[in-house]
């Protein structure tokens, strides 16, 4: 079983299984070379959407960025159901439109290494009694198609949200989301939108995966870890193994690698991990509840705990993971050259420059090269519950009823960061329920989401649309 549910089991019916079981079948795949990508499946899957969610498509305005899609839909409160102004074309300043929510999720997967390992093809979509298989079937395809369920069955209630919801699908994410969110999140702030609340991927309710605690844990994330890839390189004259000099391009990299893996970032509780373990106290056992309470001078102890395991560490501490290494071509032949990619997940209050600073001081050796690779994101400025948080964990505990809600940090990269500055509230969840195992199916083999997770998705969209429709 993928998750620990009660007796009541919600579920899908066929035919809601089978819109997300084909838009699982648009190979929607992200590389970073960006000539690999087929954009005819992002082609399909925008018309596999236009097809079955007609409603949203004949009450909604949108515009493309790409591949991804703007949606507006406009509130009952004094908004017209026109598209965004078009501030900068008309060479003036766009007012502030007050919107009640930003609904993100991104249509595109990552590529798939183990073909042989699947027990169902990755992109055949298949649909059992329990499960619907496939890439994206959890990151992040199922979002999509939950959000845009719920939101036709919205309008064929004939409900409308009190102020204008918007729905950003990204095209991109995966390769970092600046053709996408970045270009839809600059088109909003263009216009001079603010929205109270924002909520996309991150989060999801997990099962035996947080220590000490016996009930499913609903982490709501509130904030992101940045991120940065490190290059280390060396260059040496070469020649031939029977003369080698001291010390060979290969010696001198994995020395230095092994120099920045040997100093981790110091452990460190920031105000979000306070926050968190605060809110999980009353559901911990003795003597941790007592310790908990205590947090001003049990810090260090709690930080221990929590960087015993790494799905916890990665809470209190900048993460450091060597990736790649290479050098040399031949076992009888010295190097010339042989380079490594440190990648970093970056703890609010560091910085993709003390990363930097962090690997230079480590290795202590001008042979050296250490520079950063490719993009890279700061961490969250300031990440905390916001004043729509509850409305979150309010929705959550009425689709999950008996959990245990708190907040957390993305470890990895969302296209949220893109958005950061247009909502009060930053909620990055879905209320899925999933056990450790489950968790690595993510972004690897047998990627899946089973029936009753998917009609969770669907009626916490649906719950939480209602609530935006409600007076205020």
């Not at 603010?194 to 016996?214: F, K, Y």
């Not at 990736?323 to 970093?344: D, W, Y």
């Not at 990895?412 to 489950?438: E, H, Q, V």
């Not at 990627?447 to 969770?456: F, P, Q």
Request: contains cysteine.
């Amino acid at each position: 079983m993928t998750s620990t549910a009660p007796t009541d089991m919600p579920t899908v019916d066929d035919v809601t299984a089978e819109r997300l079981a084909a838009a699982l079948r648009c190979r929607t795949v992200s590389h970073e070379d960006r000539e690999r990508i087929d954009l005819t499946e992002f082609d399909r899957l925008l018309a596999h959407l236009e097809q079955s969610f007609p409603l949203v498509h004949s009450a909604l305005t949108w515009e493309t960025f790409g591949h991804s899609r703007l949606y507006r839909w406009a509130g009952a409160e004094g908004a017209d159901s026109a598209p965004l102004p078009d501030a900068t074309a008309a060479g003036r300043t766009a007012g502030t439109e007050s919107v009640a929510a930003l609904l993100l999720a991104h249509m595109d997967v990552v590529p798939v290494d183990d073909l042989e390992g699947w027990t169902h093809p990755p992109f055949d979509g298949v649909v059992d009694d329990e499960f619907v298989w496939g890439r994206g079937a959890i990151d992040d395809k199922s979002r999509v198609l939950a959000i845009l369920e719920a939101v036709e069955q919205a309008l064929t209630e004939g409900v409308q949200p009190r102020e204008t919801v918007y729905l950003a699908f990204g095209h991109d994410e995966e390769v970092f989301g600046s053709e996408g969110a970045g270009r839809m999140a600059q088109r909003l702030r263009d216009s001079g939108v603010r929205a109270r609340l924002l909520l996309d991927e991150g989060g999801v309710i997990t099962s035996g995966v947080a220590d000490g605690i016996d009930v499913p844990v609903a982490t709501i994330m509130v904030g992101e870890k940045g991120f940065a890839t490190v290059r280390l390189s060396v260059t040496d004259i070469g020649g031939h193994s029977s003369m080698p000099g001291k010390q060979t391009a290969v010696g001198r990299l994995a020395r230095a690698v092994a120099r920045i893996q040997d100093h981790p970032f110091p452990l460190r509780l920031t105000p979000v991990a306070v926050d968190m373990l605060t809110r999980v106290r009353e559901f911990m056992a003795e003597p941790r509840r007592t310790m908990l309470g205590l947090l001003k001078v049990a810090g260090p102890v709690a930080v221990r705990i929590l960087a015993a395991r790494p799905q916890t560490e990665a809470m209190v501490r900048t993460t450091t993971a060597p990736t790649v290494i290479s050098g040399g071509v031949k076992p009888n032949v010295l190097p010339q050259r042989a380079e490594a990619f440190v990648n970093f997940r970056i703890l609010p209050g560091d910085s993709v420059a003390g990363v930097l600073d962090h690997c230079r001081k480590a290795v202590r050796d001008r042979e050296v090269s250490i520079e950063l690779d490719g993009t890279t994101s700061e961490p969250s400025p300031n990440p905390a519950a916001g004043p729509d948080f509850d409305l979150i964990a309010d929705v959550a505990r009425e689709v999950v009823p008996g959990i245990a809600v708190t907040v957390g940090i993305v470890p990895g990269a969302t296209d949220s960061r893109y958005y950061d500055d247009l909502a009060a509230t930053r909620c990055n969840f879905a209320p899925i329920l999933l056990t450790a195992a489950d968790l690595e199916r993510i972004h690897g083999t047998d990627e899946r989401i089973s029936r009753a997770d998917y009609a969770r998705l669907i009626r916490f969209n649906r719950l939480l649309i209602d609530r935006l429709a409600r007076p205020a």
